[in-house]
C-alpha cells in the first residue's frame, strides 16, 4: 500500500536539485561570457601572432595552428555555454 509521504519529493533531494540548477545556470553564463570574450579578442590575438611570425618569432605554421586553435576554441566554448544554459532551462520545467 503506498502512503501520501512515500509519494511526497524528499526536501533534500530538492535542495540538492536546487543547487545543481543554480550552478548550471552560473556554468552556462559564465562559459557563455568566456566565449564571448574570446571571440572579441580573436582580432586582436590573430594581429599579435601575424605580428610574431613576421617578426621570425614563429613560423607561419605555428602561427596558422595557433590561429586556428584559438578560434576554434572561442566557437566552442561559447556553444557549449549556450547548449549548458538550454539543457538546464529544459531541467527547470
Known amino acids: 500500500m503506498t502512503t501520501l509521504q512515500s509519494l511526497l519529493p524528499i526536501p533534500h533531494v530538492l535542495a540538492a536539485s536546487n543547487f545543481f540548477t543554480e550552478s548550471g545556470v552560473a556554468a552556462a553564463i559564465l562559459l557563455a561570457v568566456t566565449g564571448m570574450v574570446l571571440q572579441w579578442r580573436l582580432p586582436r590575438h590573430r594581429m599579435s601572432v601575424e605580428e610574431r611570425a613576421k617578426d ?6 605555428e602561427a596558422r595552428r595557433q590561429i586556428r586553435f584559438y578560434r576554434i576554441c572561442a566557437t566552442l566554448v561559447t556553444f557549449l555555454g549556450i547548449l549548458v544554459l538550454i ?5 527547470l520545467e
Open 56 to 61: 621570425g618569432d614563429m613560423t607561419e605554421d
Open 87 to 91: 539543457l538546464v532551462l529544459v531541467d
